[in-house]
T-cell receptor
């Protein structure tokens, strides 16, 4: 089945550690996105990538990093510089064209312990 | 810059009554507009989108939305709500102006439909 796979579903991290969230899609989509979801704040855009080897900062990129070495993969690293990383992280992708809707993964819940 | 506002955190309706979830947007050019629904601890599911043409857009599960350019709004509606429509709803916008795929979401509206 085509879709977006985020792993792991739950992730625990100690303060001061970097952690990488995986996002893989087999939809042959060009654009990929990372969002952070906190209660009452909706979805805030962290990074997005329109094509391989290119990505742009979203609205809350500080403390995060990404790479886009392959079309199907867009991993997100939450660094120790992120002050409040506990959140629900969602990955999405869209096919070519500004009028296309996004497809979402099932999310990764990150908890800092 | 582009942004979306969902002025209501919560909407409560009785089953069988009409449901409206409000959304206003801000873009420098013209918008592409989207509605999504989210169930607990899950990703978002696409409901419908406005690209061009008819201002009334029909989507999944009996939902529709009306684009109003003068009021910069894109309210989601359903004529007769079901208990199963209880979920978190998000409006999203993309500015057509540049070749930028940035997709911005609102804060979400929690819909509760009581039996």
């Amino acid at each position: 089945d085509g879709g977006i796979t985020q792993s792991p579903k739950y992730l625990f991290r100690k303060e001061g550690q970097n952690v990488t969230l995986s996002c893989e899609q087999n939809l042959n989509h060009d654009a990929m996105y990372w969002y952070r979801q906190d209660p009452g704040q909706g979805l805030r855009l962290i990074y997005y990538s329109q094509i391989v080897n290119d990505f742009q900062k979203g609205d809350i990129a500080e403390g995060y990093s990404v790479s886009r070495e392959k079309k199907e993969s867009f991993p997100l690293t939450v660094t120790s510089a992120q002050k409040n990383p506990t959140a629900f992280y969602l990955c999405a992708s869209t096919t070519d064209g500004l009028n296309t809707e996004a497809f979402f993964g099932q999310g990764t819940r990150l908890t800092v312990v | 810059a582009q942004s979306v506002a969902q002025p209501e955190d919560q909407v409560n309706v009785a089953e069988g009554n009409p449901l409206t979830v409000k959304c206003t947007y801000s873009v420098s050019g013209n918008p592409y507009l989207f509605w999504y629904v989210q169930y607990p601890n899950r990703g978002l599911q696409f409901l419908l989108k406005y690209i061009t043409g008819d201002n009334l857009v029909k989507g999944s599960y009996g939902f529709e939305a009306e684009f109003n350019k003068s009021q910069t709004s894109f309210h989601l509606k359903k004529p007769s709500a079901l208990v199963s429509d209880s979920a978190l709803y998000f409006c999203a916008v993309r500015d057509i102006g540049g070749n930028d795929y940035k997709l911005s979401f609102g804060a979400g509206t929690t819909v509760t439909v009581r039996a």
